[in-house]
């Protein structure tokens, strides 16, 4: 299967904006779905959004009307603009691809890109 490289991290005062997007390193076409998820020190690693290959979309009611998720799943690629960013959503984001055998989120999926790091400042 391909890889998926999170890339557009960075630090950004409170209130602003950041995109930062996912990439494989190849096409895998049994990729059906393509979410982001994020992880605080000492907290669990918490659902932001996911886009399929159908063009529906979900959000975390946490993140929802400031974030939003774009991309082609058939290419394997997905972003999320993410807007009026606050302390609390510093974290590491993390892309993840659903496939038949893999659900969305699954911990022991190969489809988990290494993170890039968000840093709000207030």
């Known amino acids: 299967q391909v890889q998926l490289v999170e890339s557009g991290g960075g630090l950004v005062q409170v209130g602003g904006s950041l995109t930062v997007s996912c990439a494989a390193s190849?096409?895998?076409?049994?990729?059906?779905?393509m979410a982001w998820y994020r992880r605080s020190p000492g907290k669990q690693r918490e659902f932001l959004a996911w886009l399929t290959i159908l063009g529906h979309k979900k959000y975390a009611d946490s993140v929802k009307g400031r974030f939003t998720i774009s991309g082609d799943i058939r290419a394997n690629a997905v972003s999320l603009e993410m807007n009026n960013l606050k302390p609390d959503d510093s974290a590491v984001y993390y892309c993840?691809?659903?496939?038949?055998?893999?659900?969305?989120?699954?911990?022991?999926?190969?489809?988990w890109g290494q993170g890039t790091q968000v840093t709000v400042s207030s």
């Open positions: 190849g096409r895998d076409s049994d990729i059906i779905g």
């Open positions: 993840n691809a659903a496939t038949q055998r893999y659900g969305l989120g699954s911990v022991g999926s190969p489809y």
